[in-house]
């Protein structure tokens, strides 16, 4: 398909230019990657414009998907590259989903308030309700079908697309196969409720019945309610936007620089829709506004620039017109026409006009919104890739017939769009419409995901690519988490070391080579090992920077940061000075991609890395004394002297019992083997045992580094160590089963050998085959008295002796020998 029509922005002054990043970004508009040069003439300031979400349900692991995304964007483009931002983000606070959502919980919780108890009443009217809503979602069920009969007939009629298949059984299944689970599940709820029996509490019966209660007391009451009950609406809604808020602070999303909601916005809308009319780009139908998308293309203007393969599509285009979409569209001018304004209908909140009562139309807000805050031009949009047909096309479109002037060249309202990937589960997109999704809140309370778990997973993928949470997504985030996680502890100790040390903490400041990582002094392998870090740090810049700059390519600037470290790793003795400057830039760039909510100035590493504050004033002494232990245990002696003067510790609080305990416990347990006399080997025994299970049990892992002659180091207990025991264990335990049922099959086959012993070799061939044997019981003749042949007595004879050897083993087993 020919690229759309772009029209860069105005070239920068000289001074700009050299200041500005070889910086490109996927733009949908090219669908191809543009270098970005701002509007602003220095070339420092952005305008940018973000859909923000429809609050009426929590946010759900899609929108962190989105809204993560373009936080990470929007810090490289601010904290990387120096640009000014300035971020808009609106606030949908009404739309055909809200105003349902509002005014049907509204309504059936004043339903359910004239109704004390669950009665004959509640049973008969949730019997209707359950057979529309089975008439109206499962057609291949009966409308009549009995609530207890449901499960039954759903899997007659369904029973493939629940496991698995597709409704027609002609591919994969996709959202519309979520959306018959969707309503297969509402149904199944609702069958049960009708289970119920008489005394089961009203509360209970409408938890489980609400799904099809909902549209069926709507349908029936929502004439009670009047354009101007606006309260209903805004409840439902401040109430999701502070929730909203919250999870994009658990996320570490930074909140917008302006913030917008469509309710606040009502007299500016309608100036909005009345100068796209006057300008000759909008009609009126029965008090309803509409886009004229001939006017505008007659007018040498383009429409469905982002997606124009999606213009004809009817299923999005009645998704972009809500509740209008049942409407009879005779009357438009061209089927691509949507509504700027809506007249107002039965049981929705409304706003007064030039064309009589209603309501913005969805697209219109965001036009409004960010034309009054950035102005007729601005650099970036962005959103989800589900908002670029129809709603940023129809934004775009009718922004710039909002600036339309004869006079005046055509001008472009937005330079850049940016769309972020969807987020997938099972091969659907997570959407609150198909209830096939995990809410932000829940993830995290659950321990599924951490928000900086998360994070990283999004910035392990591309922001404009689709994403799937699979098992090997979480494996491969996890591990790069533990990475990082294992390197900052490496360099905090070198730090900790350090400020122990004034005059090396001294050297470092002044940028003089300290001690290498083995205590040894500066030799010249050190520095070159040194220079050679040095060397990869530059290069790691290098790379890092031009990932960034195309099109912020944060899955090569991931691994950019994990390759350094297996350099880091792999040198054998690299200076303090050196591996700090690792440290810090690293430290730098994840705090820049928004992975430490909880990052100071000045702090090395992110956070999350020490142990506990109550631990500490037990767990570090612990430690050292631990170290003397065993270094006096490895050297084959002990005395007295190995407990110090450790002093008492306060454990007047209860969270602090557990690590002063394990302090006191540990010291008893030397007294005592000094008082016995004990070996070296018993003294290293008890140090294992206070890394491997007392502390370990604390959240608390020993690293024991001999091969270093360095102290051990004292880290919070991590997933991957907690994973690799697990299946150490899992290994010897199969290993100790096998090794069982062996000895066990072993001593099966002994006994089976010594059960067939108990035969004599003089008797076992003393069978009616037989008629005549030698003195040793070996036949000579069959039964029939003709002589064994010399090939048969040879074999027999063979096994003769195998049953002699069998017998006297098993007399010798039993004591008859």
Known sequence: MAQPEWRAPPALSESAQQRLPKLSVYNSLTRSKTPFVPLDPEGKKIGWYACGPTVYDDAHLGHARNYVSTDIIRRILRDYFKFDVTFVMNITDVDDKIILAARQQYLLSQWLARHSTFDGRVRDTTRQAFA?????????????????????????????????????????????????????????????????????????????????????????????????????????????????????????????????????????????????????????????????????????????????????????????????????TGFKRSGADFALWKASKEGEPSWPSPWGEGRPGWHIECSAMASDVLGKQFDIHSGGIDLAFPHHDNELAQSEAYWYHKECEREQWVNYFLHMGHLSIQGSKMSKSLKNFTTIREAIAKGDWTPRGLRIVFLLGNWRDGLEITGEVVKAGRAWEEKVDNFF???????????????????????????????????????????????????????????????????????????????????????????????????????????????????????????????????????????????????????????????????????????????????????ELITNGASPKEYLAACDHLRDSVLWDLDIYLEDRDAEKLPALVRPLSQSLREERMNREAAAASKAVAKEKAKAEAEAAERKRLEAGKLSHLDMFRTSEYSEWDAEGLPVKDAEGKEVAKSRSKKLRKDWERQKKTHEAYLASSGKS
């Open 132 to 328: 529309a809503y089975v008439d109206k979602n499962l057609p291949l069920l009966n409308k009549d079908v009995l609530p207890e009969a449901h499960a039954a007939e759903a899997e007659k009629a369904y029973g493939h697309v629940l496991r698995g298949e597709s409704a027609d059984r002609q591919g994969p299944p996709g959202d519309k196969e979520a959306k018959i689970k969707m309503h297969l599940k509402t149904a199944d709820s609702a069958a049960s409720a009708l289970q119920l029996p008489d005394s089961s509490s009203l509360a209970h019966f409408a938890a489980k019945a609400s799904g099809v209660l909902l549209p069926h007391i709507d349908a029936l009451e929502k004439h009670t309610v009047t354009g101007g009950d606006h309260d209903i609406f805004t409840k439902l809604t401040k109430r999701y936007e502070q929730r909203f808020f919250d999870d994009m602070t658990a996320l570490n999303v930074r909140y917008p620089d302006k913030l917008t909601r469509v309710t606040e916005y009502g007299p500016q809308i309608v100036d909005y829709v009345k100068r796209i009319q006057d300008n000759g780009f909008g009609y009126e139908n029965e008090g309803s506004v509409y886009y004229d998308t001939n006017a505008w293309e007659s007018s040498g203007g383009a429409y469905a620039r982002l997606e124009p393969w999606n213009r004809n599509d009817k299923d999005l285009q009645a998704d972009g017109e809500g509740s209008l979409s049942n409407k009879k």
């Open 489 to 671: 502890i490496k360099v905090k100790d070198i730090q900790q070391r350090m400020m122990q040390q004034p005059q090396r903490a001294n050297s470092v400041a002044n940028g003089v080579k300290t001690l290498d990582l083995n205590g040894d002094s500066n030799g010249q392998a050190d520095h070159a090992a040194s220079q050679g870090i040095e060397g990869t740090l530059a290069e790691a810049q290098a790379k890092f920077h031009d990932a960034l700059c195309d099109s912020i390519d944060t899955p090569t600037a991931m691994r950019v940061i994990s390759d350094l470290i297996t350099a880091y790793n792999s040198e054998k003795a690299v200076s303090d000075s050196a591996s700090l400057s690792l440290g810090r830039w690293v430290t730098d760039m994840v705090v820049i991609f928004g992975l430490d909510a909880e990052h100071r100035e000045g702090q090395l590493a992110w956070s999350g890395l020490d142990i506990l504050a109550q631990a500490r004033p037990f767990v570090i002494p612990l430690s050292k004394l631990r170290d003397r232990v065993r270094e006096q245990a490895k050297s084959g002696s002990m005395n007295r002297e190995v407990l110090g003067t450790l002093g008492e510790k306060d454990t007047t609080y209860a969270s602090t019992q557990p690590y002063a305990n394990a302090l006191a416990d540990f010291q008893r347990k030397l007294w």
